[in-house]
């Protein structure tokens, strides 16, 4: 099964635009998109849920995973954001004579704290995040609950992403680094001393509801260190792609989109699914 710590890899899950525990998503720009301008709130407060899903074979049967997302997202004054997100990961068995049928677990939360100004037409945002690993990803463990769920590691991450507003279209990019700390194996202990992940996206408003929304995300994958030696893989590299429709309306946001490792053309489809709500209390 694919582990649920894949993070960046799907570039749409987040629902606030600069919440920074991703790229920048379509949902927070599409009601700004065509006249430029931000309403004056203090306290904007999104909670957001979203669902990527995608077939997950095993080697024993067939089946789809389902990697489900709450997220809190706090915006002050349209500066200093504090973002939560808890994950988790569902397996559902299609073959008849698997057993178990199903399976499920809690995923590492993330933590992030965010600072965001304009510039000019430009959005530019800085934040730091830490990643708790609450999931399961020993793997004895693993293999007797049938299912991994976490990375193992304590992450610390950084991100900078700058975003343009031209009417009607927004485009932006972000690079973020993280660095897993420590964790322990029955060989010794292991790290992972850094992950660079970029993304590059664009949205276009088609209209004062709906919102087009496409982006690539290369990621450098530095190997494991085990005891200080590192695996004889290398540096990885992934590039994944996405696509989807934003429907805006009021504080109502709805997010319809696929993405796909492009790397790797035998990876599957994921389909993505959010809905987000967002409370406002104006100066």
Not at 113 to 136: E, K, M, N
Not at 216 to 221: A, E, G, I, Q, Y
């Amino acid at each position: 099964m694919k582990n649920i710590a894949r993070g960046f890899l799907s570039t749409v899950a987040a629902v606030v635009l600069l919440s920074a525990i991703g790229a920048p998503a379509p949902a927070q720009t599409t009601a700004h998109q065509r006249v430029g301008v931000e309403a004056k709130d203090s306290v904007e407060a999104t909670v957001g849920t979203t669902l990527e899903i995608f077939r997950s074979d095993t080697t024993k049967t067939n089946g789809v995973e389902i990697d489900p997302t709450i997220s809190l997202d706090l915006f002050f004054r349209r500066r200093f954001g504090l973002s939560f997100e808890v994950p988790a990961l569902v397996w559902i068995a299609t073959g008849r004579e698997a057993v178990p049928r199903a399976v499920g677990a809690v995923g590492d939360p993330e933590v992030t704290a965010s600072y965001t100004f304009r510039l000019s037409d430009w959005r530019l945002s800085a934040a730091l995040s830490y990643t708790h690993p609450l999931g399961i990803w020993n793997y004895y463990e693993a293999r007797e609950r049938q299912i991994a769920s976490g990375s193992g590691y304590p992450k610390l991450g950084a991100l900078f992403s700058a975003v343009r507003y031209l009417d009607p279209i927004v485009t932006g990019t972000s690079l973020r680094g993280e660095t897993c700390f420590a964790r322990p194996e029955r060989s010794g202990t292991s790290t992972r001393p850094l992950i660079l992940t970029a993304n590059l996206f664009a949205t276009e408003a088609l209209n004062d509801v709906v919102a087009l929304s496409a982006s690539l995300s290369p990621k450098l994958s530095w190997p494991r260190y085990l005891n200080g030696v590192p695996d004889e893989s290398g540096i990885i590299y992934s590039l994944t792609g996405s696509a989807s429709l934003v429907f805006s309306e009021k504080d109502h946001t709805l997010r319809i989109g696929v993405s796909k490792l492009l790397s790797d053309y035998s990876s599957p489809v994921a389909f993505d699914l959010g809905f987000s709500h967002t409370f406002r209390k104006k100066e």
